[in-house]
């Protein structure tokens, strides 16, 4: 038996609860990581680089939010794809899969930056950034699009490790890169006194570093799942199977993340101090939504592979599991990080009015943060059946053109 199945979790067979919470917990804590990248940002620049600084950035943590959702959903087919292979045991179809997906990450990734790096000064007019953070805003915005190819790479050879069980190697990746992000953000903001340039060249070395670890783990998997950079080229069926699911996955994160944008927007017109009380809040909802996407694409994997195996009775099994696990678990951290309240939000910003604007956020938003399980679970397990289209209508109708009509 070859390491990378020892790694593996076998959904096909056994007990399903601990399987999950092994599968869906390394997942979890993946998007924890990844967004500690944004939060150390953030951190740093409100506690030493100053007010406007930490609005600059977290004034476009939503656009930037925006990007990732497209490409994280856009890996959400080649996961499917390469898992729905294994279930119905089409094992030479695999291989294609895997080069078909990584081919597209590279072109995406690449395609996202350009237009990225073509409309910063646009994006940033239309959430009307402050004045006195427009500067800030638009060198980080930059920056940040400098990341993008890393990231795509990152998260479609991670949606393949996913795939056939593995989701602690994308952990371990995004693990090294969130230390070395860290180090570097100090080094570059304080010593060196880079500012807010040190702290997105930062981030782009991080994320450099997190692709190439992802990349050189599918480079070590055993066949059919090894990824060939000589074979890397682009298939047509598997193209069409990861573009069908993958972009109206797509679609609906980079909707959803519009939809904040515009409320951002809204926050905006209030100051530096509502930026920053939301800014810092935002990270706290994101670590609770992380745990409902974890269970999520719990659900996406362990479906794909029993509905390609026709376990139908496993799949509404894998459903009810992973709907528990997300419900129990975003209820918990609503009530723990609004119980912390200022102290929670110290961590990122020492204003007492950003305070004031980040606890009306609290309690309006991160408490009530665990009803996102109740869509995004079932959309889960329905896009591990093929099915990406439904649940993405009913999410952008229910979650972004309602909420956007309410804000107007």
């Given at each position: 038996?070859?390491?990378?199945?020892?790694?593996?979790?076998?959904?096909?067979?056994?007990?399903?609860?601990?399987?999950?919470?092994?599968?869906?917990?390394?997942?979890?804590?993946?998007?924890?990581?990844?967004?500690?990248?944004?939060?150390?940002?953030?951190?740093?620049?409100?506690?030493?680089?100053?007010?406007?600084?930490?609005?600059?950035?977290?004034?476009?943590?939503?656009?930037?939010?925006?990007?990732?959702?497209?490409?994280?959903?856009?890996?959400?087919?080649?996961?499917?794809?390469?898992?729905?292979?294994?279930?119905?045991?089409?094992?030479?179809?695999?291989?294609?899969?895997?080069?078909?997906?990584?081919?597209?990450?590279?072109?995406?990734?690449?395609?996202?930056?350009?237009?990225?790096?073509?409309?910063?000064?646009?994006?940033?007019?239309?959430?009307?950034?402050?004045?006195?953070?427009?500067?800030d805003g638009l060198l980080y915005l930059r920056l940040f699009f400098g990341t993008v190819p890393f990231m795509t790479v990152y998260n479609f050879a991670s949606a393949i490790l996913r795939a056939h069980g593995d989701?602690?190697?994308?952990?371990?990746?995004?693990?090294?890169?969130?230390?070395?992000?860290?180090?570097?953000?100090?080094?570059?903001?304080?010593?060196?006194?880079?500012?807010?340039?040190?702290?997105?060249?930062?981030?782009?070395?991080?994320?450099?570093?997190?692709?190439?670890?992802?990349?050189?783990?599918?480079?070590?998997?055993?066949?059919?799942?090894?990824?060939?950079?000589?074979?890397?080229?682009?298939?047509?069926?598997?193209?069409?199977?990861?573009?069908?699911?993958?972009?109206?996955?797509?679609?609906?994160?980079?909707?959803?993340?519009?939809?904040?944008?515009?409320?951002?927007?809204?926050?905006?017109?209030?100051?530096?101090?509502?930026?920053?009380?939301?800014?810092?809040?935002?990270?706290?909802?994101?670590?609770?939504?992380?745990?409902?996407?974890?269970?999520?694409?719990?659900?996406?994997?362990?479906?794909?592979?029993?509905?390609?195996?026709?376990?139908?009775?496993?799949?509404?099994?894998?459903?009810?599991?992973?709907?528990?696990?997300?419900?129990?678990?975003?209820?918990?951290?609503?009530?723990?990080?609004?119980?912390?309240?200022?102290?929670?939000?110290?961590?990122?910003?020492?204003?007492?009015?950003?305070?004031?604007?980040?606890?009306?956020?609290?309690?309006?938003?991160?408490?009530?943060?665990?009803?996102?399980?109740?869509?995004?679970?079932?959309?889960?397990?329905?896009?591990?059946?093929?099915?990406?289209?439904?649940?993405?209508?009913?999410?952008?109708?229910?979650?972004?053109?309602?909420?956007?009509?309410?804000?107007?």
């Amino acid at each position: 038996m070859g390491k990378s199945k020892r790694r593996n979790i076998d959904m096909l067979n056994g007990p399903l609860p601990k399987k999950i919470l092994l599968f869906a917990i390394p997942l979890a804590l993946t998007s924890i990581l990844q967004q500690l990248l944004n939060s150390a940002d953030a951190s740093i620049a409100g506690r030493f680089l100053g007010g406007s600084a930490l609005a600059g950035i977290g004034g476009v943590s939503p656009i930037s939010a925006m990007f990732v959702n497209l490409f994280v959903g856009l890996s959400i087919g080649a996961n499917v794809v390469v898992a729905m292979r294994i279930g119905n045991g089409q094992m030479q179809r695999v291989g294609a899969a895997v080069h078909t997906a990584m081919a597209l990450a590279v072109i995406v990734g690449l395609a996202l930056m350009a237009c990225g790096l073509l409309l910063a000064e646009w994006i940033l007019d239309a959430v009307a950034m402050p004045a006195d953070s427009y500067g800030d805003g638009l060198l980080y915005l930059r920056l940040f699009f400098g990341t993008v190819p890393f990231m795509t790479v990152y998260n479609f050879a991670s949606a393949i490790l996913r795939a056939h069980g593995d989701s602690r190697r994308p952990l371990y990746a995004l693990a090294v890169a969130a230390v070395l992000n860290i180090g570097l953000n100090f080094l570059f903001a304080g010593p060196l006194g880079w500012g807010v340039a040190g702290i997105g060249v930062a981030t782009i070395i991080a994320c450099a570093a997190c692709a190439a670890l992802a990349v050189a783990f599918i480079m070590r998997e055993d066949e059919p799942y090894r990824f060939h950079p000589r074979q890397l080229r682009i298939t047509g069926p598997e193209l069409r199977e990861i573009l069908r699911i993958g972009i109206p996955a797509g679609i609906q994160g980079a909707v959803f993340s519009l939809s904040n944008t515009v409320v951002q927007a809204a926050i905006n017109s209030f100051g530096s101090a509502a930026i920053a009380g939301s800014a810092a809040t935002l990270n706290f909802e994101y670590y609770t939504y992380f745990f409902v996407n974890a269970f999520a694409q719990t659900a996406v994997t362990f479906t794909s592979q029993n509905y390609a195996a026709r376990n139908v009775e496993r799949c509404r099994t894998v459903y009810r599991w992973c709907q528990l696990f997300g419900l129990a678990s975003s209820l918990a951290l609503g009530i723990t990080f609004t119980a912390l309240g200022r102290t929670a939000l110290s961590i990122f910003t020492t204003d007492p009015v950003a305070w004031g604007f980040g606890m009306m956020r609290m309690w309006f938003i991160e408490l009530l943060d665990w009803m996102t399980s109740l869509y995004d679970v079932p959309a889960g397990a329905m896009r591990g059946m093929g099915w990406s289209t439904l649940p993405a209508v009913v999410t952008i109708f229910g979650s972004c053109v309602l909420r956007i009509a309410f804000v107007a």
